[in-house]
């Protein structure tokens, strides 16, 4: 019965993967991403059609949360915006279009625990303020106007950051999605779900108590495009710092988050 299945699902992956062509295969560069993974090829055609507006939290003058780490600082906006480069290398390599709101043209992806601190990051080359309304109405502005020029029918943007609470905290990932808004809903869920799947499948007694619910964010409401706001976590709890000071957990997030935009992608269809 079990080769069955397995068979079953074979087949059905390889129904489901439309075949590459021929400049799809070649290799392509995004310098954002550092030298050593600069170059990346096009493996898979699931996102092929879809377009997404990545942003990392805080960024320029502002460093965000920040926690402490075997006597060094963590500062939310590094390891946001690290977790956001690997989420986009993820999403490009499976046919997407993404556009990276922060940008850092210093720091690429980053394999060490303690991520230095910089005022470097640009809202897609432009400075960032340090007045909150300002940040937030510039990010906004950057991903509408993209939005607009957009013709793709699916278009999402992904607001990652990280929480902090008392240190005695350990949270799970939260999503949060615009109020009434059907598709940001739909998508918050899938990531729940991909989540809970995860956890159920690497550590079957952990557990998983991330929630989904509405929140009204300043840039929930004035991105145009779908969104998803996450919080991945504590900066302040020992355990929850795991989930970002080991690059293998930051890939982790990445891949999960791009599991279930993938489904939610099919959905679509």
């Known amino acids: 019965m079990k080769t069955k299945l397995w068979i079953f699902g074979l087949c059905c992956l390889l129904w489901v993967s439309p075949s590459l062509d021929a400049k799809d295969k070649k290799m392509h560069y995004e310098p954002l991403f550092g030298k050593a993974l600069a170059s990346y090829s096009v493996t898979s055609n699931s996102l092929k059609g879809?377009?997404?507006?990545?942003?990392?939290?805080?960024?320029?003058?502002?460093?965000?949360?920040?926690?402490?780490?075997q006597g060094k600082e963590l500062?939310?906006?590094?390891?946001?915006?690290?977790?956001?480069?690997?989420?986009?290398?993820?999403?490009?390599?499976?046919?997407?279009?993404v556009y990276f709101i922060i940008q850092d043209k210093k720091d690429g992806i980053r394999e060490t625990a303690i991520l230095n601190n910089s005022k470097r990051?640009?809202?897609?080359?432009?400075?960032?303020?340090?007045?909150?309304?300002?940040?937030?109405?510039?990010?906004?502005?950057?991903?509408?106007?993209l939005y607009r020029k957009d013709k793709s029918n699916y278009k999402?943007?992904?607001?990652?950051?990280?929480?902090?609470?008392?240190?005695?905290?350990?949270?799970d990932v939260y999503f949060y999605h615009a109020p009434g808004s059907k598709y940001g809903k739909r998508l918050a869920t899938q990531l729940q779900k991909t989540f809970r799947a995860k956890y159920d499948r690497h550590q079957p007694n952990r557990g998983f108590d991330g929630t989904v619910s509405e929140r009204n964010l300043f840039v929930l409401r004035t991105a145009i495009p779908y969104?998803?706001?996450?919080?991945?976590?504590?900066?302040?709890?020992?355990?929850?710092?795991k989930r970002l000071v080991i690059p293998s957990n930051r890939q982790a997030l990445a891949n999960w988050i791009t599991d279930a935009i993938v489904a939610d992608y099919k959905k679509s269809k």
């Open 121 to 145: 990051e640009t809202c897609m080359g432009k400075p960032i303020p340090l007045n909150q309304v300002a940040r937030l109405r510039q990010r906004c502005e950057a991903i509408n106007g």
């Open 227 to 241: 969104s998803v706001f996450m919080e991945l976590g504590n900066i302040q709890n020992k355990q929850d710092q």
């Open 50 to 69: 879809a377009v997404f507006y990545l942003v990392s939290g805080h960024g320029g003058p502002d460093p965000g949360c920040i926690g402490r780490y």
């Open 75 to 97: 500062h939310e906006d590094e390891y946001a915006y690290d977790i956001v480069l690997r989420l986009g290398r993820e999403l490009l390599k499976r046919g997407a279009k």
């Open 156 to 171: 999402r943007a992904i607001f990652i950051h990280v929480d902090s609470r008392s240190r005695g905290k350990q949270t």
